[in-house]
């Protein structure tokens, strides 16, 4: 059967990549890109250069606007998707008018989470997720404001530094004192945590169990009740809540997210999903919702293979990258893995990674300003190149030549 | 001009590595980022990433693209196009020649 017919429904990454990979794969059938808001754009800036004010609206965006036309993509925004009728193949819009397609690609991402604390209402009590919520923040940070900032993970660790920048008063609270250290390892947590003092931000180890008004501020009790504060505002920075709606409502399987197989297909085969909404299943196993940039681009690239029957993306390690007070982190596979932990340049410094092996392989790294490290180690896993840890220690070795099988072994010939 | 810009030797760029040229020495508006590919070529492109801002001439260099050390955006060696987000904007390539082990770059001139 030649299809015809694509809808995307949302334009995020993995939908705007979707679209993208369909025609680079010579789909020429009709792709249809259904946004609730404006113009695709991309979501990393917006708790660093967006959120600061250096990059705006535009300069974000996804693909430039006349991309969509050049590419005989039918963009269409501030639309809302009502239902799916897989039976009758179409997607019925908020006004009604049904659409009809040969498989609809799910890309609906999801919304901040916003717990149930009482007095998280409070419309000084913010999330940072979309533009909107970015500009919101923004407002509320003019003039170099108290804030505190709940969650001290990825989001919450960048959007701190940033205001920090930004000449605020800047508090972060978390429940556990190494915050990231399931992903990056204890060692390098505790160092990325010690930034947030180090830069002049003050960290405090604690849940919230509610937000409190007062007359000079908004005040956060802990659940060890303490009272902190007063604050001008609060970020909260605890995850997000994916958007299942459409899933739910048109039966499909959803069990913390959207269950897909290998290729992206929910349980209908005419009905795919792809980005931050998803769980993927791959060698029978359910994997949990990858919520990462990366990962949101290799569904679409996968769910466009999928469609139109061409060679899918390699399986290769995960990666994903943060930044905080002007240092780049990046993290590729699961450095927590390894059995032996290896640190590549000096700790603390400039430039270092911290690699894990199992078993006399790279079966993750995390790296701060270390590009060339967390390039190498991800070919290193996907190639389950066998190395020595002490050659990896050594930063005379060359690790673009152990790839190349060029000295693999042996960097000291080098001066 | 007809005879190019020379800006290094060739010794001086190892296999799968890059060069970053001041743009005063390069007689070009960006800093020029020197690539040379697995297979030896070499290949000049504009060093800022059309991204944000970092400098293409330290990415990993492999199979005929450059990847970008911050956020992994590829760009074609030969003509700078891009093949992955998040850049969108190809990278401007300048035609090079290497003539007794020297390289000269041809600004602004298509390769």
């Not at chain 1, 956060?220 to 303490?226: F, M």
């Not at chain 1, 993750?364 to 066998?386: E, F, M, Q």
Request: aromatic letters at 4%; hydrophobic letters at 40%.
């Amino acid at each position: 059967m030649t299809l015809r017919s694509v809808v995307v429904v949302g334009g995020g990454l993995a939908g705007v990549s979707t679209a993208s990979e369909l025609r680079k794969r010579g789909y020429d059938g009709r792709i249809t890109v259904l946004e609730r808001g404006g113009v695709p754009y991309d979501r990393p800036p917006l708790s660093k250069s967006y959120l600061d004010g250096s990059k705006n609206e535009k300069d974000i965006a996804l693909q430039p606007e006349p991309w969509y036309d050049d590419h005989d993509i039918d963009l269409r925004l501030h639309t809302e998707v009502e239902s799916l009728r897989a039976s009758e193949g179409c997607v019925v819009l908020g006004d009604g008018i049904a659409l009809p397609c040969d498989r609809v690609v799910l890309a609906t991402g999801g919304s901040a989470a916003r717990p149930s604390i009482p007095g998280a209402d409070d419309s000084r009590v913010h999330v940072l997720r979309t533009t909107e919520d970015a500009d919101r923040l923004r407002a509320a940070l003019d003039g170099g404001k108290r804030l505190l900032v709940v969650g001290a993970g990825l989001i919450g660790a960048e959007a701190a530094a940033t205001a920090l920048a930004l000449g605020c008063d800047v508090s972060l609270v978390d429940p556990v004192a190494r915050p990231l250290e399931g992903v990056v390892g204890r060692g390098l947590a505790e160092w990325l945590h010690s930034l947030h003092t180090s830069h002049g931000s003050t960290v405090i180890e604690g849940g919230i169990a509610e937000f409190g008004d007062s007359v000079a501020g908004l005040e956060a009790v802990l659940t060890d009740g303490h009272i902190i504060g007063p604050f001008d505002a609060v970020l909260l920075g605890v995850g997000m809540r994916p958007e299942t709606r459409l899933a739910t409502t048109s039966g499909l399987l959803v069990e913390g997210g959207v269950v897909v197989d290998e290729a992206q297909r929910t349980s209908n085969p005419a009905i795919l999903a792809v980005g931050d909404p998803t769980r993927r299943t791959v060698d029978g196993l359910l994997r949990p919702r990858a919520e990462h940039w990366e990962a949101a681009q290799l569904d679409g690239a996968r769910a466009a293979s999928q469609i139109t029957g061409t060679v899918p993306p390699v399986e290769g390690a995960p990666w994903f990258w943060s930044d905080r007070y002007g240092r780049h982190v990046e993290v590729v596979g699961k450095p927590t893995d390894g059995d032996t932990a290896v640190v590549r340049g000096e700790f603390g410094s400039r430039s270092f990674s911290v690699l894990g092996l199992r078993g006399g392989v790279v079966v993750g790294a995390a790296s701060v300003d270390d590009p060339t490290t967390i390039r190498a180690a991800r070919r290193l896993i996907d190639r389950r190149t066998p190395v020595e840890a002490s050659s990896l220690e050594d930063p005379n070795t060359d690790l673009r030549k152990m790839l190349r099988g060029l000295g693999g072994d042996n960097g000291s010939e080098k001066s | 001009m007809s005879e190019g810009v020379r800006l290094a030797s060739i010794d001086a760029i190892a296999v799968g590595e890059g060069v970053k040229i001041d743009r005063s020495v390069a007689g070009t508006a960006d800093d020029i980022a020197l690539l040379r590919d697995d297979d030896g070529q070499v290949y000049a492109l504009d060093d800022t990433c059309t991204h944000e801002t970092a400098s293409l001439s330290d990415g990993w260099v492999e199979d005929g693209f450059v990847e970008c050390p911050m956020h992994s955006s590829k760009f074609c060696l030969r003509n700078g196009e891009v093949s992955g987000l998040p850049a969108t904007k190809d990278a401007c390539p300048h035609r090079v020649e290497v003539r007794d082990g020297e390289i000269y770059i041809f600004p602004g001139e298509a390769p």
